[in-house]
């Protein structure tokens, strides 16, 4: 059965995404840095098998996400950002705090300026080609998105999805990044991802359990 066949309307749609195959197991765990801590915690589900939720502090900010099935979490304390390492190393997502360009909210709507993180990617990368513009959300909020392609230092030929959400902590960023002609398997992950996030409210962080009920 292929990958799409099996991503049916429903919670069958994210449980069969998010819960880990059996090879891709780890255990939970906690990554401390002086402001910036990690923990992953295994949950089961009857029946069914079992997730892990990744849950990040970066100073008084919290927020968490069910990790993507058959990823591993990294964290990589001097650039404050989380990693999601597929097991094979074909893809990686980045979740990092990131401060906001100039002029990056419209003052007129309170969204954020497409134009703003257009040129905040090619700042990053200037030879980056853009293939589409999105806007995708995460936590119940939404912001601009960017498939592009780019070549990194190493002269590999690679493709990526950006996503640039507002949250009471700040901007946060996704990254995918993968080097396989076809990403579509990849984004599937990280659309589970973004699906899941929370970020904390007035200092409380609501982390709702997956159910293995239609």
């Known amino acids: ?83 999601a390492v597929e097991r094979e190393d074909k893809c990686a997502i980045t979740v990092r705090l990131i401060a906001a360009p100039t002029n990056a909210v419209d003052q007129a709507t309170g969204g954020l300026k497409p134009e703003a993180f257009r040129e905040l990617l090619l700042q990053r990368h200037p030879a980056a080609k853009i293939i589409e513009e999105l806007s995708l959300t995460a936590g119940g909020q939404a912001g601009p998105g960017f498939d592009f392609t780019w070549r990194n230092d190493s002269g590999f030929n690679l493709q990526s999805r950006i996503a640039f959400i507002p949250t009471p902590a700040g901007l946060v960023e996704f990254h995918l990044i993968t080097s396989a002609a076809d990403k579509e398997e990849f984004t599937y992950a990280l659309n589970s991802l973004m699906l899941t996030f929370r970020f904390a409210v007035n200092g409380k962080l609501e982390l709702p359990e997956m159910s293995n009920k239609l």
């Open 1 to 83: 059965m292929s990958l799409r066949s099996r991503f049916i309307v429903g919670v069958a749609v994210l449980l069969a995404l998010l819960l880990p195959q059996s090879g891709a197991a780890q255990p939970a765990a906690t990554n401390s840095g002086p402001d910036f801590q990690l923990s992953t915690t295994r949950h089961e589900l009857e029946g069914i098998g079992h997730y892990f939720r990744a849950v990040a502090r970066a100073g008084t900010n919290q927020f968490a996400f069910i990790v993507p099935k058959g990823y591993f979490m990294r964290v990589d304390e001097v650039n404050r950002q989380l990693r």
